[in-house]
């Protein structure tokens, strides 16, 4: 999944605010799903790293977010492509490497899956056996890094604001 900056992506679900109506929220599937939904939407987020997105292609038909948001931007195209070649490179899909990719990171002490087809789950569970080179998690790492805003310049680089004490 593709995050704009360090984002929660977990979905809250709520009662079911329709007394009689078992799709009125809860914690039925529709519910969940609808409010898994609109948090992506709010996030501005997606499952872009699934091999389905293709520079020039547009969003693939069976996108079922395809409607709620635009489509990636050029800073996403940089980290699909970049899993797209490790991909390549390796010999296997999009989807594990991504899955692979985030499971190496030092911070993940799970990962959650989303597959809707038993050919999803697949995939998704052959990530398992995927370790990545470290000059493949480095190209993968490189475009994924995110630009940091006013003050953390100034905060990564604390000597000159030091020098000059009052």
């Known amino acids: ?29 529709k519910a969940l799903i609808a409010q898994l939904e609109e948090s992506l939407r709010r996030l501005q987020t ?10 020039d292609g547009g969003a693939p038909a069976d996108s079922r977010r395809a409607g709620l948001m635009d ?9 699909i492509d970049a ?9 296997v899909g999009s989807a594990e490497v991504a899955l692979a990719w985030v499971r190496s990171r030092p911070a993940v002490t799970s990962t ?10 697949r995939a998704n569970l052959a990530s398992l ?9 480095a190209a ?6 995110p630009s940091l805003d006013f003050p953390a310049a100034i905060i990564a680089e604390p000597g000159p604001i030091l020098g000059f004490g009052g």
Do not use: C
């Open 1 to 29: 999944m593709t995050l704009k900056g360090q984002r929660d992506a977990s979905a809250p679900f709520f009662a079911n605010l329709h007394p009689g109506d078992p799709n009125g929220g809860g914690a039925g599937r």
């Open 46 to 55: 997606d499952g872009q790293l699934s091999g389905k997105y293709v520079r």
């Open 71 to 79: 489509g990636p931007t050029e800073r996403d195209w940089a980290v």
């Open 83 to 91: 899993v797209a070649r490790v991909a390549a490179e390796i010999g």
């Open 112 to 121: 959650l899956i989303g597959a809707r087809t038993v050919e999803q789950l």
């Open 129 to 137: 056996d995927i370790t990545l080179a470290p000059e493949q998690l």
């Open 140 to 145: 993968l790492d490189g475009p994924s890094t």
